[in-house]
């Protein structure tokens, strides 16, 4: 049986880090964009089972900007949480920050929403537990995340 | 110097084929969340770079939802394309599509809308070439995006 | 059960396109020779599957040419298709050409000619439908393989 | 000019999160030993890079012990630490533990001790900063860092 | 100043086993044959270094039979070695054996032929070191190396 | 049933030969220590199954060491083998050497002693066969394997 518990909404911060290699790079010497994607959802994914308790799936990213170039030799953060639960879905914010290891002079990188989906048994959507907000900025983040889920919905009709 | 004659929407299709191998999947036999990302990133980097004949960096992504599981042993289609160019910034769509090698039939998977920007020799936004739409779906597909972008820009504004 | 209508030589065809990106390379910046043949491999299987609608096992290389170097950098498409079944024996030819992505530019790089096994559900070879060519073009295709499948059993005589 | 400044042993912590995955995994599902090697080695190497600020590079495993398997599906939890520092080279200390998302459960999976080297321009080992141990605990760690080098550079001579 | 002197054919011999792990297979559990192609051309590339000294390129794979399927868990060990000198080419005979470590029986996996074309400083063709047979079985192999190149030009020229 | 019978030492020999490609490497060109690990982790096992002719696990690394660092280009060579048998237990001894394809010099790298793990059907600890040491070499480094087990668990009681 799952374990449908409510839990804090700090039970499911991921904390990962990643140190760029060649291979995660382009010729040009900076991560190319689709490793860093790669990485969210890992992280984005962790964070979620953490809180679900059960094996997740990525429906969505809502949102993903990159706000500068990661470079080869950096060390990278990614920290992950799940902002609100929704039935059997969760919004996790991913905030990515690179690391320069010869000064440690550190700068945002990448910032992006996910909506992931809790599954059952049967691999089909199930209701994920209720969220805790403890803190005065995680229940900002809930609410944010209830503002940005009714404006999507209002794009989709509209579309 | 760069070529910045005006190129036609039909110049930046690619065609990606992937087979969906073991390494691409989660444990339970579905194409993870990133590696989907992962290509789709690729597939759009190098529509755009058809187009603008540049280097190229991805920006955001403004939206990508996945509408079916993929599995290990499918054939997966990706296919992207230049949607609009505003400036040094274009829109690429890249829709997935799944193939069952044992009846051939096939399954939209993933669709995604990613701004990627050409950088000019300084690695600095440089100017893209215009693009030519033929079709009437080509002239479609611009006029959404600059929808797309308009919603996109208030949105932030009211952020 | 399988479906062994005749099919349509056109429907075989795949195109698999790939950013060479550095661990492609050596380090000379020149895409090695088993990753090239990798992907020969990977979109010849998705030819012969596609055809065959069966799994598939590669039993040769025939002949395989590296014509021109491949660059980190570059857009190498691949192009496979059957042109003649044997059986269970399918030939599959793949064509690869590099497109310098500054200028557009392709240049042939690479040309191969493989046999593949329709695979039952035991595991062993079973009969793959018939190639139906339908252009001039694809009948040339099927008789010079044809021919290529006489030589080849007379030098295996020989040897 | 290289930092030199003291550092507080706490700068150096790293925590890095993996999901196992099926390509880190043996035929079994547990992940083979080499993949967690090369994760600690990472961990490890991040850590260094943050205590020294510059680049490094690993001289020796001094002991790593497996405690338990970590499975597929798993969440792996990597946390180092800079322990002492002894001229150019810095003894790390890299925890291991396996988080079981269905309940989360934890348990501790391998532990290592490393000793990395800090490089100067040159590519030459180059004396690293000191490291301030705070808590009880800090200092509990270095002097036993210290005693483990001792051990070690006995047995060298006997050997 | 490259070494031109002429060179033992045993000099040329390169031993390298892997372990085939679930990434190098298909859903069905056998390694695909585009990793044993890539696997093949690594240890050819070796063996043609070992002999030229020099930096090598693959021109062509004149013949690949697969005769056996590989899976995984078993041992794979290739060995290559240059079977003649042609100028700046070079025969380079791999063969592949699988090993079940459950009882170490030794299979015949698969066997091919490549040619490699070594490489001077400015990046094109250079006269490889002369090649000296031994036994009576390096003599016997060189002896059909220029037996196959022989047909192959023949080949080439009713094409 | 597995096969108990007493093997030689020289059964359980492995060399593995290895290309270093930048993947590989730091952005320095220097092959970074959690892939040498990861290589002499999958030679350890191999030489240990070889030996044992059962599945097999790493408990621990008792000494791993650098002692020249291993560049871009070079090939390397992993010589691997069963030193002595302890019960279920095996120690396993690697030596590293890397090759400079220019001129064929060779350079000890890394020396590693891991204990490995015979696993039975249950994937619980088997006695694995009895190595029976041939040469004056094979019976001096059964004796040096039993000396560095009498250390470690005098440490371990210490500890």
Do not use: Y
Not at 43 to 54: D, F, I, L, Q, T
Not at 76 to 84: G, T, W, Y
């Amino acid at each position: 049986m799952s374990d449908l518990t409510a839990k804090l909404a700090s039970t499911s911060k991921v904390e990962m880090t990643q140190l760029v290699m060649p291979p995660d790079a382009t010729g040009l010497g900076i991560a190319f964009g689709g490793r860093v994607m790669e990485w969210t959802d890992l992280a984005a994914s962790m964070a979620a089972m953490r809180h679900a308790r059960m094996p997740v799936v990525t429906a969505c990213i809502d949102q993903l900007s990159f706000l500068a170039p990661i470079r080869v030799g950096q060390i990278v953060v990614l920290r992950a949480r799940v902002n609100a639960v929704f039935g059997s879905s969760m919004e996790v914010e991913v905030n990515v920050v690179a690391e320069d290891p010869a000064n440690g002079e550190r700068r945002d990188c990448c910032e992006a929403f996910l909506t992931l989906v809790a599954l059952g048994p049967s691999g089909t959507p199930a209701k994920a537990p209720i969220l805790l907000p403890q803190t005065e900025e995680e229940e900002q983040r809930a609410r944010e995340a209830v503002a940005r889920r009714a404006a999507r919905m209002a794009r989709r009709r509209k579309a």
